[in-house]
């Protein structure tokens, strides 16, 4: 949380930085988070760029020190789970 509110400075968030506190990884997360509240969109500067969702693809981004989309990370669990629910 302390990365999607931008929450760096607050020191309740000290358990989740680690001695080194990732200010990319912040501007990433909080970023995605004011504008898909703005525009509908996640997609900002600090990120690579993020395809709308569709069924085929599932385009997620892996918000990370490095951050980069993935294809459908979750496909072995949404098929293990097919047909369960």
């Known amino acids: 949380m302390p990365f999607a509110f931008d929450q ?8 989740f930085l680690g ?4 200010l990319g990884l912040a501007a990433a997360a909080h970023g995605a988070w004011v504008a898909f509240a703005t525009h509908g969109d ?4 600090a990120l690579p760029e993020w395809p709308r969702d569709n ?3 599932r385009p997620t981004m892996i918000v990370d020190v490095r ?7 979750s496909a072995d669990d949404i098929v293990l789970w097919d047909g369960v629910l």
Do not use: I, K, S
């Open 55 to 57: 069924f085929h693809m």
């Open 8 to 15: 760096l400075d607050n020191p309740q968030a000290g358990g």
């Open 19 to 22: 001695d080194a506190r990732p």
């Open 67 to 73: 951050c980069h989309v993935d294809e459908d990370p």
């Open 42 to 45: 996640a997609n900002h500067a």
